[in-house]
């Protein structure tokens, strides 16, 4: 007997279940529900999407220069590594 003669037949039954998304009670698949879950996890990490300040937020060219001069130089204190692994341990303290 041709072995082609059983694969094809095995290889549709298995793969028949792979072709349907959902369930009966899930519906039909529409498209533009598609990426869902991406969308709400994205909305979750959005704390405020349109803040409200009291005050203009202001920015300084020439302390934005100086700070990156420090950096270049090397006068920058490193920040010290949190080892302590608990919340105890925030702040510096």
Known sequence: MNIKLLIL??????????S?????EAGPFDPAAFGEANRQAYAAMIINPDPVYEEDMTSSAEVASDAVDAYRAGEV???????????DNIGGT
């Open 77 to 87: 204190e490193e920040p010290k590594a949190n080892t302590g692994g608990g919340l």
């Open 9 to 18: 037949p095995a290889a549709a039954v298995l793969t028949g279940g792979c």
């Open 20 to 24: 349907y998304y959902g369930s009966q």
